[in-house]
């Protein structure tokens, strides 16, 4: 892929149009956002979250920039982490899921601890060595420029500071890879439509994560962004995977 080309599911767009196609898509899927999680992924999804903030190493006073937090299920779980003394910065790039995650924040009573920022990823707007914990859940696969992203990640982290990738993967064996594209191709399209009247924009979201680097991929992107300690760990079978990196 040249410089100036990147891919939007599977086709290839220039960079400037697929961040606007990417925010009309989760514009679009804003409402039943949480509903359709819950739906594709059985509920395991709270699971991996789950994991995900648990394994994290946030610790009470910490200060984390959750990166692509949606509608909030990552930072509202750092949140109970962090306490009183620390604080969790909810971003997103699209203002239609950050408004969604900011009323929940408010309605869980978690408000006082988490800030809402609308941030492009890729050029986020905190000085250097801002941050303990920089997250990013579901989110990578849809930023247009990953790499600079990851540098991005790496330049606002304090030394010792650790950055953290939950994302869908590559599965592990040969006949749930199978059964997987299956599921993703065929049901999710159809479980939108019944659901979220947005058939569409779920089959771009099955496309992105057969477009995302798998494992070791992305482990070799992490190092090189400049992150150190490099490692993964898959869930369910490699159907999602965190990765961690540090600046050290």
Not at 170 to 191: I, K, N
């Amino acid at each position: 892929m040249s410089e100036d080309r990147t891919h939007f599911g599977y086709r290839d767009v220039a960079p400037a149009e697929k961040t606007k196609l990417v925010r009309e898509v989760f514009a679009s899927v804003a409402p039943k956002y949480d509903l359709m999680n819950d739906l594709m992924s059985f509920g395991v999804h709270r699971l991996w979250k789950r994991d995900f903030v648990v394994t994290s190493g946030v610790r009470a006073g910490h200060h984390v920039l959750d990166l692509a937090g949606g509608t909030g299920d990552i930072a509202l779980l750092l949140a109970r982490e962090v306490g009183e003394q620390g604080r969790v910065v909810l971003s997103d790039i699209n203002g239609a899921m950050l408004a969604r995650g900011r009323d929940r924040t408010i309605d869980e009573g978690s408000g006082a601890r988490i800030d809402c920022v609308q941030i492009d990823a890729s050029a986020i707007p905190f000085p250097d060595s801002s941050f303990d914990l920089v997250t990013i859940a579901f989110g990578l696969r849809n930023v247009t420029d990953k790499a600079r992203a990851l540098r991005e990640m790496r330049r606002v982290l304090k030394l010792g500071g650790r950055a953290l990738v939950l994302e869908f993967s590559q599965p592990t064996g040969g006949a749930l890879r199978a059964l997987y594209e299956l599921y993703s191709f065929e049901v999710l399209p159809r479980l939108g439509r019944a659901v979220a009247n947005d058939a569409e924009s779920y089959r771009y979201l099955a496309e992105s994560i057969r477009r995302h680097p798998p494992q070791e991929a992305l482990a070799t992107m992490m190092r090189e962004a400049g992150l150190e300690r490099v490692s993964f760990r898959n869930l369910s079978a490699g159907i999602v995977a965190i990765h961690s990196g540090y600046r050290v």
